[in-house]
């Protein structure tokens, strides 16, 4: 499992109420499912990804978050998570409200623009950078709204977001990957 | 009626209100079961049947000696395992495949009911199979499961007595028959309806049968079950048994010559009224009627955990429909998981060999049977 999902399982109380919103083939939900809490649920769009959830005997909901987490009441859960996907929302600002709407707690994670391999990419070869953790062309790439660790910080800032955040700059550089804890 | 006598029936005396007004009691209710019901009682799944389907789901049918209609689904080793689980399958009130129908004698005019027969509603249908929990002493059932009308019945279950099931596979179906349905099973009706020897009801005490009209409503709606790809693909143009058109009214076409058979079989199961019956049943069900509009209200006191599956191709019951139902226990909570799956088959997909139908009904159950073990 990706070092990621463990540091996003690491963020979840134990037997609290979780919705994974994107979650792929359910490794992380199944993670979560067998170590911190049963009571997890996820939304996924692709019908092949949706099958290896039922697969591994996961509770998922074929759906699109962008239009379907409306139909949850405020807080229904615990802690929504959100996996490298907010980048490719056509409107993540409004994804970000319904998260922090639905969940009294949301975990998003980012694909980090501020990462120094990143910043070296554009700086000396002066195309778009290609990455581990981006590894598509400008061309085919889903993402749509590519972000730093910074740039979100602002973002939560400014909309009165409490965001956890320890040595920003650092991470800023550092870290390929920016993973949050979110509070309304 | 006699070639119903070997067929596994409860005679309910508990007098049962309609929905219509009426209260019956000492109905037969005939029923199959599938599987073993283990020591604590706790692996019964109850699954509803569709339209034209009864209690034979699996194995051969005693009475058509054709294969049960779930045959795909039910059976040791399959989606609703037998060997693990104990699944018990009721001929709907209405029916007439041994449950109390229009084709039953009336004992006070010593003919059958015909159209005298009671109104019956998917509420009644439900309430009336709620007898044989009590007959087989299960306190809470592990499942109740079914399709197209089968999953309206799952709903109506659900909602009626919200803490009798730990799971719910409602299938294809829809909270509020929609007017397209309606129409279509008018469609049905009218055409039972105008066949001469339908007799207002009453052909069975004048040895008639409307099968031109049960035919013809049965080819109807064969084509609604459906997908106008999976025709194509099967049929196309293709002529069935000749070179070239013969410029007449023949069946010229594979799929009119199709389509011929499956209203001439259907007449030799299925019972006029019985269809005009059921289909009015159908019509009439609107789970969200009793609660202003609200379905979410008709699943407040549940805690039922729901699987919800649609299929792609399916125009009858569409996923839309299907979704409203996950909507609205979305809105209030409930935990409910939800799979459109990817046919061309339309609306029969859930009667038929589809691999990532049966797995996802199969990998549901099997882990939620796990969790509460």
């Keep these: 499992m990706k070092k990621e ?51 591994k005997g996961l509770t998922v909901i074929e759906g699109n978050a962008e239009k379907d987490l409306k139909q949850f009441p405020d807080g229904s859960f615990d802690f929504v998570i959100l996996s490298q996907t907010l980048q490719a929302f056509l409107n993540p600002e409004n994804v970000l409200n319904e998260l922090l709407r639905v969940g009294k707690k949301a975990i998003v994670s980012i694909p980090n623009f501020g990462h ?28 749509l709204h590519m972000c730093t660790i910074k740039d979100f910080e602002n973002y939560c800032k400014k ?21 949050f804890v979110l509070e309304k | ?4 006598k070997d067929i596994k029936k409860i005679i309910i005396e508990k007098p049962l209100k309609l929905d219509c007004g009426q209260t019956i009691n000492n109905y037969p209710l005939a029923y199959e079961t599938y599987g073993k019901l283990n020591g604590n009682r706790s692996n019964a799944i109850l699954i509803f049947h569709a339209l034209t389907g009864d209690q034979f789901a699996s194995g051969i049918n005693p009475i058509t000696k054709k294969d049960g209609w779930w045959s795909y689904a039910l059976g ?41 027969f009671p109104v019956i509603t998917i509420n009644d249908m439900v309430n009336a199979q709620y007898n044989l929990l009590e007959y087989f002493k299960i306190e809470k059932l592990f499942s109740v499961i079914g399709g197209s009308m089968g999953g309206m019945q799952v709903l109506q279950f659900v909602s009626n007595f919200p803490n ?36 207002d009801g009453f052909y069975e005490e004048q040895n008639k049968q409307p099968d031109k009209g049960l035919a013809v409503a049965r080819m109807a709606a064969h084509i609604t079950y459906l997908s106008k790809a999976g025709l194509q693909e099967k049929f196309g143009r293709k002529l069935q048994e000749r070179d070239d058109l013969k410029f007449s009214f023949d069946a010229d076409f594979q799929i009119e010559s199709y389509l011929r058979y499956q209203g001439s079989v259907f007449v030799d199961r299925f019972d006029a009224n019985s269809y005009l019956y059921i289909t009015r049943a159908m019509d009439y069900f609107d789970l969200t009627k009793k609660f202003g509009g609200n379905l979410s209200k008709a699943f407040e006191k549940s805690d039922t955990k729901f699987f919800i599956i649609s299929f792609t191709s399916d125009w009858l019951y569409p996923t839309s429909e299907n979704r409203d139902i996950v ?47």
């Design chain 1, 5 to 55: 999902f463990y540091n996003i399982a690491k963020l979840v109380t134990q037997n609290s109420k979780v919705l994974d919103v994107g979650c792929g083939n359910g490794e992380l939900m199944k993670y979560i499912t067998e170590n911190i809490s049963k009571d997890i649920r996820g939304i996924e769009l692709s019908k092949s990804n949706v099958q290896k959830c039922v697969e």
């Design chain 1, 116 to 143: 120094w391999k990143v910043r070296l990419h554009l700086l000396l070869k002066g195309t778009m950078p290609v990455t581990k953790n981006l590894p598509n062309e400008w061309y085919n790439t889903p993402n």
């Design chain 1, 159 to 179: 909309r009165d977001i409490k965001i956890n955040l320890k040595n920003l700059k650092f991470h800023n550089f550092f870290s390929e990957l920016g993973i």
């Design chain 2, 1 to 4: 009626m006699s070639k119903f």
């Design chain 2, 76 to 116: 040791p080793g399959k989606a609703i395992d037998t060997d693990k689980y104990f699944v018990i399958a009721a001929n709907v009130i209405g029916g007439c495949m041994g449950s109390f129908g229009p084709s039953d004698i009336n004992p006070e005019s010593k003919k059958p009911y015909g159209t005298n």
């Design chain 2, 164 to 199: 009798m099931a730990l799971t719910a596979i409602p299938i294809a179906c829809t909270a509020s028959h929609s007017a397209q349905n309606i129409a279509l099973n008018e469609l049905g009706r009218q055409s039972i309806m105008a066949d001469r020897n339908w007799q």
């Design chain 2, 327 to 373: 909507i609205a226990l979305n809105a209030i909570g409930k935990n409910v998981g939800f799979v459109e799956i990817s046919s061309d088959k339309g609306h029969d997909s859930f009667l038929l060999d589809i691999p990532d139908f049966l797995k996802t009904v199969k990998y549901f159950l099997n882990t939620s049977y796990k969790q509460i073990k």
